[in-house]
């Protein structure tokens, strides 16, 4: 199959970029909503605050990305067999849990300044439930752990390591068994067992994988997209599907009672949108518009997981020290190089403690199965 050639996308740097700093905002903004709301107009507070709701798509925004740059990342490096596997696992690692037990400890500094360690988000079952990466928003009162140390940002990234994990073995179940089977049945399969386990989670028992499973929606499609990008390979009809299912949703979801689905039905909506501009920017020269995006944002997106992961406990320690909203704005110019500083240094860690066979288990169960037939 012809191949696009292709290297790094600076395009998508710009929109993590982007999307970190809608995120950004929104905290600011949810956390000086008074001081905003008593010194603007209400016409200005409240294009403010629409675009603080955007903060949800943001995080959708990044899963979507994720998605699509695993797939330009396996075609330079295909998982073809362990030893691509354990190198895919251990790359993966390596760019998440630096930054990631980096903002644990921020948010436990923190805790310790503000003298608040003694409430349930800094218990140390709850940051064992951050380690093992099943922690899940706050808002969802059956959850097994929550985002350490009031980390709020820290619930999606646990979506991301099971997304990570959960991929490979995707990738070759499809592979090996289902390669013949029609992209839209092995869709709807996929959505049917999420539904399932949405089920199994508000009847009979809370299970954060089931939750986990429901982003993956949103992720996979981020891969399938880049299928067009890659091999030129169109799904129009796949993701006229999603759009128009995504927008239904979201029309009627003062109707819909799981915010689950509400959330599947955003991403899906999202990755039809992305997946349609995607071809048709695709049609035309859109370089100097590339070109000036890159010029604003592409430096931010560098550094756009480490704003993500570690900006919440400062704003939370400047709203309980009362720092004033003018500080706090000029604090972020400098917080944000020095993530950028931070993120393009934590990426040339080699941490060669985490280059394991991660599959050595797998390969043992299959070895003592065999011994025993």
């Given at each position: 199959?012809?191949?696009?050639?292709?290297?790094?996308?600076?395009?998508?740097?710009?929109?993590?970029?982007?999307?970190?700093?809608?995120?950004?905002?929104?905290?600011?903004?949810?956390?000086?909503?008074?001081?905003?709301?008593?010194?603007?107009?209400?016409?200005?507070?409240?294009?403010?605050?629409?675009?603080?709701?955007?903060?949800?798509?943001?995080?959708?925004?990044?899963?979507?990305?994720?998605?699509?740059?695993?797939?330009?990342?396996?075609?330079?490096?295909?998982?073809?067999?362990?030893?691509?596997?354990?190198?895919?696992?251990?790359?993966?690692?390596?760019?998440?849990?630096?930054?990631?037990?980096?903002?644990?400890?921020?948010?436990?500094?923190?805790?310790?300044?503000?003298?608040?360690?003694?409430?349930?988000?800094?218990?140390?079952?709850?940051?064992?439930?951050?380690?093992?990466?099943?922690?899940?928003?706050?808002?969802?009162?059956?959850?097994?752990?929550?985002?350490?140390?009031?980390?709020?940002?820290?619930?999606?990234?646990?979506?991301?390591?099971?997304?990570?994990?959960?991929?490979?073995?995707?990738?070759?179940?499809?592979?090996?068994?289902?390669?013949?089977?029609?992209?839209?049945?092995?869709?709807?399969?996929?959505?049917?067992?999420?539904?399932?386990?949405?089920?199994?989670?508000?009847?009979?028992?809370?299970?954060p994988y089931f939750l986990f499973l429901g982003g993956f929606i949103t992720w996979i499609q981020g891969y399938i997209s880049a299928e067009y990008y890659i091999y030129w390979k169109k799904r129009?009809?796949?993701?006229?599907?999603?759009?128009?299912?995504?927008?239904?949703?979201?029309?009627?979801?003062?109707?819909?009672?799981?915010?689950?689905?509400?959330?599947?039905?955003?991403?899906?909506?999202?990755?039809?949108?992305?997946?349609?501009?995607?071809?048709?920017?695709?049609?035309?020269?859109?370089?100097?518009?590339?070109?000036?995006?890159?010029?604003?944002?592409?430096?931010?997106?560098?550094?756009?997981?480490?704003?993500?992961?570690?900006?919440?406990?400062?704003?939370?320690?400047?709203?309980?020290?009362?720092?004033?909203?003018?500080?706090?704005?000029?604090?972020?110019?400098?917080?944000?190089?020095?993530?950028?500083?931070?993120?393009?240094?934590?990426?040339?860690?080699?941490?060669?403690?985490?280059?394991?066979?991660?599959?050595?288990?797998?390969?043992?169960?299959?070895?003592?199965?065999?011994?025993?037939?």
């Amino acid at each position: 199959m012809k191949t696009r050639d292709f290297g790094r996308l600076k395009i998508l740097d710009s929109i993590r970029g982007i999307a970190a700093l809608v995120v950004l905002y929104h905290h600011i903004f949810k956390l000086n909503k008074d001081v905003l709301k008593n010194n603007l107009s209400n016409t200005v507070y409240e294009i403010m605050h629409f675009i603080s709701s955007l903060n949800f798509e943001a995080v959708l925004l990044f899963f979507i990305i994720s998605g699509f740059s695993i797939a330009l990342s396996t075609v330079k490096r295909p998982l073809k067999d362990r030893n691509t596997v354990n190198t895919y696992i251990y790359r993966r690692l390596k760019r998440i849990l630096p930054i990631y037990w980096l903002a644990i400890l921020l948010a436990f500094a923190t805790g310790a300044v503000l003298g608040i360690l003694h409430l349930n988000d800094f218990s140390f079952v709850n940051l064992l439930g951050n380690l093992l990466f099943v922690q899940t928003s706050a808002s969802i009162p059956e959850s097994w752990a929550v985002p350490y140390g009031l980390n709020g940002p820290l619930w999606s990234l646990a979506f991301e390591m099971f997304f990570y994990l959960l991929f490979p073995l995707v990738y070759f179940l499809n592979k090996k068994w289902f390669k013949k089977i029609n992209l839209h049945t092995k869709y709807a399969c996929l959505v049917a067992i999420v539904l399932l386990g949405i089920i199994v989670n508000k009847k009979l028992v809370f299970i954060p994988y089931f939750l986990f499973l429901g982003g993956f929606i949103t992720w996979i499609q981020g891969y399938i997209s880049a299928e067009y990008y890659i091999y030129w390979k169109k799904r129009n009809s796949f993701f006229l599907a999603n759009l128009l299912i995504g927008l239904a949703v979201t029309i009627g979801s003062s109707q819909i009672p799981s915010e689950t689905v509400k959330v599947i039905g955003k991403g899906m909506l999202l990755n039809g949108l992305f997946y349609f501009i995607m071809i048709i920017l695709d049609q035309y020269d859109t370089h100097k518009f590339q070109n000036f995006i890159n010029k604003l944002f592409f430096k931010i997106g560098e550094g756009s997981y480490t704003i993500y992961a570690l900006h919440y406990p400062i704003l939370i320690y400047f709203q309980k020290q009362g720092i004033s909203l003018k500080y706090q704005l000029l604090f972020i110019p400098p917080f944000i190089i020095c993530c950028y500083l931070l993120e393009k240094r934590s990426l040339q860690w080699k941490l060669k403690f985490l280059e394991l066979d991660y599959l050595k288990p797998l390969y043992f169960f299959k070895k003592e199965s065999l011994v025993k037939k």
